[in-house]
């Protein structure tokens, strides 16, 4: 069966976000004072072939330990749809 993986990469929330930074000052110039911070990361759609749902997780976790993000500076949550 084939399951759709959402995986959100996040910058640590402890580390500075340099891109949140730019686009927060952005934001401020465009006159949008309402905004108080922002964090920029990635959304990664993975389609998996696997007998289950938890196998499924269990690809896109591995996925995402080796390859789609740095655990050293960012975290990632998954979501089997």
């Given at each position: 069966?084939?399951?759709?993986?959402?995986?959100?990469?996040?910058?640590?929330?402890?580390?500075?976000?340099?891109?949140?930074?730019?686009?927060?000052?952005?934001?401020?110039?465009?006159?949008?004072?309402?905004?108080s911070d922002v964090r920029?990361?990635?959304?990664?759609?993975?389609?998996?072939?696997?007998?289950?749902?938890?196998?499924?997780?269990?690809?896109?976790?591995?996925?995402?330990?080796?390859?789609?993000?740095?655990?050293?500076?960012?975290?990632?949550?998954?979501?089997?749809?």
């Amino acid at each position: 069966m084939t399951y759709n993986v959402d995986v959100k990469v996040m910058p640590l929330k402890d580390l500075l976000d340099p891109q949140g930074k730019a686009v927060l000052g952005g934001l401020a110039n465009l006159g949008m004072t309402a905004v108080s911070d922002v964090r920029i990361g990635k959304h990664i759609n993975l389609q998996v072939e696997a007998s289950s749902a938890e196998e499924a997780r269990a690809i896109a976790e591995e996925a995402g330990k080796k390859l789609l993000a740095n655990q050293v500076m960012e975290y990632f949550e998954i979501t089997v749809g």
